[in-house]
């Protein structure tokens, strides 16, 4: 696994989209990747969508995930996750997940976060 921190979020990303698709969700990337320039150059600058990394489809509704990992306490991470979650609006039919992986895990931990914003 890589030593930066947008390497270890794309790792645990990858193992939620996989863990997902696994369990046959059709599975979207929240992330926008775009190329910014500046005067002191081109940078590249990533930005999820809705607070979300990942969105998946199960049969009674589309739900919005935040993938976190590490070994950072669950409360922790919840309150990460849910502060993203309340800078945006979603409909009252959606869902929101927090997946975290633990180190060895061969399955995310999985909490439903709560809508603050509905439309």
Not at 62 to 84: H, I, N
Request: aromatic content about 8%.
């Amino acid at each position: 696994m890589g030593s930066s921190n947008a390497e270890r979020g794309a790792h645990y990303r990858k193992r939620s989209k996989s863990w997902c698709e696994r369990n046959g969700y059709p599975v979207a990337v929240m992330e926008l990747q775009r190329v910014v320039h500046t005067l002191n150059g081109i940078f590249p600058k990533k930005q999820d969508q809705w607070g979300s990394d990942l969105l998946y489809a199960v049969p009674e509704c589309v739900v919005f995930l935040q993938v976190k990992g590490g070994g950072r306490t669950r409360a922790t991470l919840l309150k990460e996750a849910q502060d993203k979650f309340d800078e945006h609006s979603f409909p009252a039919s959606c869902r929101l997940e927090l997946h975290i992986w633990r180190p060895r895990a061969r399955a995310p931990e999985i909490i439903e976060c709560h809508k603050t914003n509905v439309l």
